[in-house]
């Protein structure tokens, strides 16, 4: 699998854990998402909205990219300052900012070249460092930034008796005939 078709997978894998954690959060609206439970961002939702707020700030630094174009329609929605920000408290309104932010993700990677992967990107962090970076090992830290993050939540939703089923991207690796050796 080239590098290009693993962002296209993780991309994808991104996508259908985040609609688990709507599907999840939807089913049980009285869950108290709000709690401070001691996690990093503090809460469910406070964990949800840092995942949101990391995506605007790639995006953003990304669309000044000769690539990042398909992303540049993320700077309508509400922007943040900080990575502790709340941009959302309530899942009417968050649910479909993630699910816009996911397909950003897949159009913008289903848009790249094997050879924009080792492209530069040039970026100011919010602390004001700056650093250049390959932009396909970004792009790999903005999916394994997700899935971090969403394993805090995944834990948290357990400890409310809420199980959000299998979180394998092993589930979207397509089988193999047998046959092949």
Do not use: C
């Amino acid at each position: 699998m080239s590098p290009l078709a693993h962002l296209g997978l993780m991309a994808r894998y991104n996508q259908w854990m985040n609609a688990k954690l709507l599907e999840l959060m939807a089913a049980h609206p009285h869950a108290d998402f709000h709690a401070n439970t001691g996690a990093f961002f503090g809460s469910v939702w406070g964990t949800l909205n840092h995942l949101i707020v990391a995506d605007l700030l790639w995006m953003g630094r990304l669309s000044g990219h000769k690539t990042g174009t398909a992303l540049s329609a993320a700077k309508a929605l509400p922007q943040p300052t900080g990575l502790n920000d709340a941009l959302y408290s309530e899942l009417g309104a968050f649910a479909p900012v993630r699910r816009e932010l996911d397909a950003l993700w897949l159009s913008y990677i289903e848009g790249l070249s094997d050879a924009d992967f080792d492209t530069p990107l040039t970026y100011r962090r919010v602390n004001g460092d700056a650093h250049t970076k390959p932009l396909g090992l970004v792009l790999s830290h903005v999916f394994n930034h997700q899935t971090h993050h969403r394993g805090q939540i995944t834990t948290l939703l357990s400890q409310m008796g809420l199980d959000i089923g299998v979180t394998d991207v092993l589930v979207l690796v397509p089988e193999l005939d047998p046959d092949l050796k």
